[in-house]
């Protein structure tokens, strides 16, 4: 029986960069606290049967919080408050006939073991402005793909109100005429659950559950002894910066760098394995059509990092050196690496579009609840090889951002339904609503 447990883990930089590459390993605090000259010291929740290793690689580890601590500081969601993934389909098909003829339901793709994944479109304005909405590619983040579908069903029931009727996210009410707009001069596609076997599988059996539910590879590394070799993190398996050792700085690889990267190769690694093959997951396949399909905005929701991020997240962003790029193979193992400073390519102008996006996000998210999301580049946090949101950027689509909804103290990936959610729902309602606003206008 392995327990989850509350840690401080106290070593270098480099150690501790370590420590949070093993598997089920969480940070709690997002940034180690230094103490002195490379001294450094970060929350986390581990498995009790990793402890030994983390000691190993030279933290001083001090338990926190036992099992019956973290049991006291009360419940996370009770998984049967959430709509199971069927029943966020049911939802979406109802939502379109209300909203007929103008929305409607289709598949989008089957994941591996045949679940359906629904989009709904909402096809009312021209076929130029096109939005794609996500939610749900990481398994145990319960809030997103609820606060997705409920903030469309509001949208939905106001526009079609006669006359058209406000949606109020706490503090920030979207006005009658900003239904309007957002209805009529978008087209609007919504995936609110892109891994639902994932989803189930957290739901039911481990809650700290992330990737899919993929077959593991014919040939697994002899260290692979769990079950944790199923499954691949779909937002990893993107084409972007996939293949990780040739792009990347053995350094960084190893978490010696400045930044760790956040990807493995090892079928067995818990969280962040990319797959066996660039867009080899249905999923990601499916996402990868949609977006060539003319997409021009692009809003994938997760939680509990309380930001909004954009690109880049494979590298530090700069605006000066275009040769610094993701397609430059003459950069190769160089990128991550401390003593050399790249920094991957972006227009500045094509920067200050997607901070201006993120920020009326923010605002917008501000006035509904009071809570100040930070807006950052994703790689500030580590360097995520293979998302969606940086692919889109790389494919073409002008506006991808990342909203990561919720914090560690509404209960991490697990707010309770009726007492953390409400508050999340709200801002995750005025994020989307102000970036399809913004969108929307002329
Ligand atoms: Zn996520």
């Known amino acids: 029986m392995i327990d989850i447990v509350g840690i401080y883990a106290e070593g270098t930089r480099a150690q501790i960069e370590a ?66 993934s069927l029943q966020i389909q049911n939802r979406l098909d109802t939502l379109a006939v209300k909203g007929s003829p103008f929305c409607t339901v289709t598949e989008l793709t089957k994941s591996q073991h045949g679940a359906s994944i629904p989009c709904l479109k909402i096809e009312k304005g021209p076929t130029s402005k096109k939005c794609l909405i996500t939610a749900g590619i990481h398994a145990r983040e319960w809030a997103p793909p609820t606060a997705v579908l409920t903030c469309f069903e509001r949208l939905i029931a106001a526009y079609t109100a006669s006359p058209i009727g406000s949606v109020t996210c706490g503090g920030r009410v979207f006005k009658p005429d900003a239904i309007k707009s957002i209805v009529e001069n978008l087209n609007i596609y919504v995936v609110p659950m892109l891994n639902p076997e994932g989803y189930e599988y957290a739901r039911g059996t481990d809650k700290f559950w992330r990737k899919n539910r993929a077959d593991p590879p014919p040939v697994i590394p002899p260290e692979c002894v769990s079950q944790d070799n199923i499954g691949v993190d779909i937002n990893r398996n993107f084409d972007i910066a996939w293949e990780i050792t040739n792009y990347y700085s053995p350094d960084a690889l190893k978490g010696d760098g400045e930044r760790t990267v956040s990807a493995s190769s090892n079928p067995c690694e818990f969280q962040v394995y990319k797959g066996p093959g660039k867009l080899s997951e249905p999923e990601s396949k499916a996402i990868d059509a949609f977006l060539r399909t003319g997409i021009k905005y692009f809003l994938d929701c997760h939680s509990f990092a309380h930001a909004v991020l954009y690109p880049w997240g494979i590298e530090q962003n700069q605006g000066d050196e275009l040769t610094q790029n993701y397609g430059n193979t003459g950069n190769d193992h160089q990128r991550g690496d401390k003593s050399i400073k790249y920094g991957e390519f972006i227009d500045k102008t094509a920067e200050a579009n997607l901070k201006h996006f993120a920020k009326v996000m923010k605002t917008a998210m501000f006035w509904a609840t009071g809570d100040a999301y930070a807006v950052q580049a994703a790689w500030e946090t580590y360097f995520a090889p293979g998302t969606a949101a940086d692919y889109a950027f790389k494919i073409g689509v002008p506006i991808p951002l990342i909203l990561e909804c919720g914090s560690e103290h509404e209960k991490e990936f697990w707010p309770r339904y009726l007492k953390e959610f409400p508050k999340i729902e709200s801002e995750v309602h005025a994020g989307i609503l102000a970036f399809l606003g913004e969108a929307a206008k002329p």
């Open 19 to 84: 420590m949070l590459r093993f598997p089920r390993v969480i940070a709690i605090s997002r940034a180690a606290r230094r103490f002195g000259r490379d001294r450094w010291r970060i929350g986390a929740k581990v498995a009790d049967v990793d402890i030994p290793a983390i000691e190993a690689l030279g933290l001083t580890v001090t338990v926190s919080m036992t099992k019956a601590d973290l049991k006291k500081v009360g419940p996370t969601a009770d998984p049967r408050d959430y709509p199971t």
